[in-house]
Each structure stands twice: as structure tokens, then as C-alpha cells.
T-cell receptor, first 112, second 113 residues
Framework: ETGVTQTPRHLVMGMTNKKSLKCEQH?????MYWYKQSAKKPLELMFV???????ENNSVPSRFSPECPNSSHLFLHLHTLQPEDSALYLC???????????FGPGTRLTVL | GENVEQHPSTLSVQEGDSAVIKCTYS??????FPWYKQELGKRPQLIID?????GEKKDQRIAVTLNKTAKHFSLHITETQPEDSAVYFCAASNDFGNEKLTFGTGTRLTIIP
């Protein structure tokens, strides 16, 4: 699959579990993003990475921990989540920060 | 930072009629304005974009207009079809300042057959 990929596509986890979401882009982009999408907030920016450096954290709770080992990969480590964290988590990438963003298919997360 | 407001949040249109979604932005330095379409169960995808050096851009049944003075831009869909039903997001950025895209809050468009 080309473009932006995300794994897993679906994840069910208990509140005490630890899991990770993975995003990979095959577009040669330099910026990557995590978004949370729910009925309450259609597109909520969580984190921004530019050339592997975190440039934005939108007051995200510490139970979400991002990691960007290189410009092609982005992870979101999850631990002790709450049921209200259930949502679709979208990854996106862009060549530069101001450019068009390309989205992955998302991970549908359910926290029990 | 940039702030983008989008209206309406929901819109229902009879098939064949036109739909218009409007966005306003706060940063006068913003110069790039893309629109995304997200169909049910799918990812947001770019459908059209405009830069501040033009006032209007068309692609078949969709068009985007930009009013830099008023700091607003709009998406126009003509001769709507059922497959136009989706959530639409506007966005704005300043590529001279390399500021990231800021998205609007989305419009759920429903085409009534």
C-alpha cells in the first residue's frame, strides 16, 4: 500500500493495557501529525512533528505518548486510557508544515 | 496562531441543487486554502485547493472562491449527487511562514435523493 498507512486498523483495549499505534508514510514527507476524531470534535490535532522534532503538543494528556524515530514513522503509545479516549485516530503527513496533508486510514480505538 | 471557522456544521440539499460551505480565517498572512472530503468510514482526502493569488478555481462540479479582504473562502458544489454526501473540511496555512494547516470544524453534507 502506498501513501500513508496505519496499523492496527482496529484496536480494543482495557483501561490498564499498554498498546501502540503505528503510522508510516511512503511519500518522502518531513512533517507528521496525530489527530483524534470523534463525534464531539471532528478533527482534533494532538501532536505535530517536523523533521522528527515535536513542534506541537495540544495539551494532550500524558497517557498518550508520541514517538517519531525518523521522518517516515510515527507512533502513538497508549497507556491507562479512559473510555472517553475511544475514537478514530488519524495520522497525516505533509512535505512541509504548510503543505497539503495526506491522511492515513485511521485506527478505530475502543477503550473498555 | 490561525483560527478557521466553518459554517454550517450540517447541510441538507436536494439532489441536483447546489451546496455552499463557508469558512473564515483570522491570519491575513494565510495564503493556501485546501478543502478535504471525508466519506463515511474513509480518510479525509484533498478535493480542491486555492492559493491567495487567485480568486476562484473550478474543477468540474466543485469550485472554491476566495475573498482575501474579508478573509473568507467558500466551497461550491453544483448539481449535487448522492456521492457528494460526506463531511467537508476547510483549512488554511501560511506557506511563507511555514505554518501548519489549521482545519475548520467540518460540515456534514447530506444529499437528499
Amino acid at each position: 500500500e502506498t501513501g500513508v498507512t496505519q496499523t492496527p486498523r482496529h484496536l480494543v483495549m482495557g483501561m490498564t493495557n499498554k498498546k501502540s499505534l503505528k503510522c508510516e508514510q511512503h511519500l518522502g514527507h518531513n512533517a507528521m501529525y496525530w489527530y483524534k476524531q470523534s463525534a464531539k470534535k471532528p478533527l482534533e490535532l494532538m501532536f505535530v512533528y517536523n523533521f522528527k522534532e515535536q513542534t506541537e503538543n495540544n495539551s494532550v494528556p500524558s497517557r498518550f505518548s508520541p514517538e517519531c524515530p525518523n521522518s517516515s514513522h510515527l507512533f502513538l503509545h497508549l497507556h491507562t486510557l479512559q473510555p472517553e479516549d475511544s475514537a478514530l485516530y488519524l495520522c497525516a503527513s505533509s512535505r512541509l508544515l504548510a503543505d497539503t496533508q495526506y491522511f492515513g486510514p485511521g485506527t478505530r480505538l475502543t477503550v473498555l | 496562531g490561525e483560527n478557521v471557522e466553518q459554517h454550517p456544521s450540517t447541510l441538507s440539499v436536494q439532489e441536483g441543487d447546489s451546496a455552499v460551505i463557508k469558512c473564515t480565517y483570522s491570519d491575513s498572512a494565510s495564503n493556501y486554502f485546501p478543502w478535504y472530503k471525508q466519506e463515511l468510514g474513509k480518510r479525509p482526502q484533498l478535493i480542491i485547493d486555492i492559493r491567495s493569488n487567485v480568486g476562484e478555481k473550478k474543477d468540474q462540479r466543485i469550485a472554491v472562491t476566495l475573498n482575501k479582504t474579508a478573509k473568507h473562502f467558500s466551497l461550491h458544489i453544483t448539481e449535487t449527487q448522492p456521492e457528494d454526501s460526506a463531511v467537508y473540511f476547510c483549512a488554511a496555512s501560511n506557506d511563507f511562514g511555514n505554518e501548519k494547516l489549521t482545519f475548520g470544524t467540518g460540515t456534514r453534507l447530506t444529499i437528499i435523493p
